[in-house]
Nanobody
Framework: EVYVKESGGGSVQAGGSLRLSCTYS????????LGWYRQAPGSECKLVAG???????FIADSVKGRFSVSHDGGKKTAYLEMNSLKPEDTAVYYC????????????????WGQGTQVTVSS
């Protein structure tokens, strides 16, 4: 059974750091690229970072130089390291596995987590 779950969100002041974790089961890293998305109130769901099966990484321009993505195969966990956080980074952050289910932020499909809230105050 496919399962994806995020953790590590919270409230921080501007300039602070958080590390989000995405723990998964029911598939292997070799089966799927993993993506980190975020959605702020009233805004669309946006891809902010991703890591592919061949360990290539993608970081969106809006967070480049501040966010990084990694993966621990032994723990079946992907990480999103977020530094120098800004108030505009406030959003619900989601992890998704590209398994062909489709979906988007807030989806109930099994390849999407339920999201974790990140709030950055100025």
């Amino acid at each position: 059974e496919v399962y994806v779950k995020e953790s590590g969100g919270g409230s921080v002041q501007a300039g602070g750091s958080l590390r989000l974790s995405c723990t998964y089961s029911g598939f292997t890293f070799e089966d799927s690229d993993l993506g980190w998305y975020r959605q702020a109130p009233g805004s669309e769901c946006k891809l902010v970072a991703g890591i592919s099966k061949d360990h290539g990484t993608f970081i969106a321009d809006s967070v480049k130089g501040r966010f990084s993505v990694s993966h621990d195969g032994g723990k079946k966990t992907a990480y999103l390291e977020m530094n120098s956080l800004k108030p505009e980074d406030t959003a619900v952050y989601y992890c998704s596995a590209d398994l062909g289910y489709g979906g988007m932020c807030g989806s109930t499909t099994p390849n999407w987590g339920q999201g974790t809230q990140v709030t950055v105050s100025s």
